[in-house]
């Protein structure tokens, strides 16, 4: 039990390198994706649940509602497949796989994060690649998780724009633009808030899939190969990586919660939301 | 009860859900068609294998295309459908039993049940589905029920919390109340008063939750765990493709489309029900079917008052 809090997790038998350096080589590739994916699918996703929100019951909401429910339904392989067949193959745009071109040598680890090491030390040559090899995965990562935000936002929306709040800033004279942007989608920002952390949860494990597809050097692959190989005792820190992700994750939306939020206090016990 | 009527006429007032009532209806039919009459439905028998008609692309004849060992691979998405539809109904059934049992206990008994349920349950949230999955199925080995079982291990948690929630607001109404005072017994107030209030929140969430255990069922296929391989089973077709990806797409594209489909047909049915069950949306949407044909402006308001 100690060794867990300390880092100590042994030697990986399939390897026989240490297993937390295992981790420590791949955990910042993968968040490198996750976290460039992640901006791309809160700001698509708020945007489209806005305008469903915005214009509920016409035309512009059904083709928001499709294309979310439709994101959310697409099996993460379908997303990766078509990727790669489509703007790997077919049209040959983007590297179907890897990190980045191997015969670009890679910046002095500073963050661990190649890209922003490459923006560091003003490496353009391996930043571009970097970019051209992390579109794709980041993209079929954000079309199979905008979904559910959309549909959270969308529905905040539709409960506060009949409220009666959203009517006095009309009646204070407020702007329309202003009574949108201050009243209706901060609130419905604060929704999103909450539950992107998640979301973020889901794109973590969804790793597992688009890194074996993309081959891209991160933890869901060196998961997914544990798992295969019946390796457990690497297997055992990974799935607690992969926790503390998602609890870090929740700790940080709570707290953009109270700040987004003025009605909660951290730590009070006696909230009251209306 | 006139309550139940309204809410099916109000999924069915949805375009929406109607289009994934048809798409589940039709699937069902056919997964039911299979297995009980076999490989008579399917054009090919979807398990023999043919050679020399292997990697054929799709056509008249073959619909899908064939795959590397010459199987239709129409006939084999069909063979797929009881196992790609019936593990996630099993999965969400048997999680929503769990659920509701669970839950009621914590939320209508209270105290130290409800601490000790609900402190297992927030331990089990925590856990990244998949991966959880993932790692259960491949300590379980190889096998449908195996998978079953892993995907039930880790999928209990959100229904406990959605019915404790439900049952503690059913608890605070005053017709429970009443119903003890009345020397109602346990049986009966679970039965006749919190179950019928619980239940409607756990279908809308179960159809929506059907679509996701079979997305993770057809990845836990894909990825080659838990789930045999040459099982029919549109993950585990896809996944068998891995090295022909640009010369045969077929093979993986269609199976995967039609996951894609089917979790779409649960979405929009889980999601019509939803909107129709929402309280806030519900006048609006009651407006509309009321008044036909043209579109008034602004909707009636519901009450904002939680």
């Avoid at chain 1, 409960?159 to 329309?176: D, Q």
């Avoid at chain 2, 073959?62 to 063979?79: E, K, N, P, Y």
Wanted: net charge neutral; proline share 6%; hydrophobic share 55%.
């Amino acid at each position: 039990m100690r060794d867990l809090f300390t880092g100590n997790f042994g030697i990986d038998p399939l390897t026989g390198q240490s297993i937390l350096s295992e981790i420590l080589f791949y955990l910042p590739n993968t968040l490198e994706l996750v976290l460039f994916s992640f901006i791309i699918l809160v700001i698509v996703g708020v945007a489209i649940g806005y305008v469903a929100g915005m214009h509920f019951s016409t035309i512009r909401d059904s083709i928001a509602r499709v294309a979310y429910l439709v994101s959310w339904s697409t099996p993460m392989y379908l997303a990766a497949i078509v990727a790669i067949l489509v703007f790997a193959h077919w049209i040959p745009i983007f590297p179907s796989g890897g990190m980045y071109s191997l015969s670009i040598p890679p910046p002095q680890p500073i963050t661990g994060i190649s890209l922003i090491d490459a923006l560091i030390e003003f490496d353009m040559p391996f930043f571009l690649s970097g970019i051209q090899h992390l579109i794709l995965p980041a993209l079929a990562l954000a079309f199979v998780n905008f979904g559910l935000i959309s549909r959270a936002v969308r529905s905040s929306i539709l409960n506060v724009r009949w409220s009666t709040y959203v009517k006095t800033a009309r009646a204070k004279g407020l702007s329309e633009p202003e009574v949108r942007r201050r009243h209706i989608l901060r609130n419905a920002l604060i929704d999103a808030t909450s539950l992107s952390a998640v979301i973020f949860g889901w794109v973590l494990t969804s790793t597992v899939v688009v890194e074996e597809l993309f081959s891209w050097p991160g933890l869901g692959q060196f998961a997914y190969q544990s798992i295969y190989g019946n390796d457990y005792p690497a297997l055992v820190p990974v799935v607690v990586v992969f926790t503390l992700g998602v609890i870090i994750a929740n700790f940080v939306a709570d707290v953009a919660y109270s700040l987004l939020d003025p009605r909660i206090v951290l730590g009070s016990q006696n909230v009251t939301v209306t | 009860m006139s309550q139940s009527l309204k809410f099916k006429d109000l999924v069915l007032s949805s375009r929406l859900s109607c289009l994934g009532l048809i798409i589940v209806v039709v699937s069902v039919i056919m997964a039911v068609a299979f297995s009980i009459l076999g490989a008579r439905v399917t054009p090919y028998n979807p398990f023999v294998l043919n050679l020399q008609e292997s990697n054929l692309p799709p056509s008249l004849a073959h619909f899908f295309g064939t795959d590397f060992q010459g199987r239709d691979v129409f006939s084999r998405v069909i063979a797929a459908l009881p196992i790609d539809l019936g593990l996630p109904i099993a999965i969400v059934l048997l999680s929503s039993i769990l659920g509701i049992f669970l839950g009621m206990a914590a939320g209508y008994l209270g105290g130290v049940v409800d601490e000790v349920i609900m402190r297992i349950t927030d331990l089990f949230l925590a856990f990244p589905t998949l991966i959880m999955v993932l790692a259960v199925a491949a300590t379980l080995g190889s096998g449908i029920i195996n998978a079953m079982l892993a995907f039930v291990f880790v999928w209990w948690p959100p229904y406990v919390r959605l019915v404790r929630g439900g049952v503690l607001e059913v608890v605070a109404e005053d017709f429970i109340s009443i119903s003890k005072a009345l020397n109602s017994s346990f049986g009966y107030i679970i039965l006749k008063g919190i179950l019928p209030n619980v239940l409607p929140s756990v279908l809308t969430y179960a159809t929506l939750d059907i679509g996701t255990a079979l997305l993770e069922v057809s990845i836990l296929g894909f990825l080659g765990i838990g789930i045999p391989p040459n099982t029919p089973e549109l993950g585990v077709m896809v996944g068998s493709i891995s090295y022909g990806l640009y010369t045969y797409p077929w093979q993986a594209l269609f199976p995967a489309f039609v996951t894609m489909i089917l979790v779409v047909g649960f979405s929009f049915l889980g999601e019509g029900a939803r909107e129709a069950s929402d309280v806030k949306v519900r006048p609006y949407i009651l407006f509309k079917t009321r008044v036909f044909g043209k579109r008034q402006e602004k909707p009636i308001p519901a009450t904002t008052a939680t």
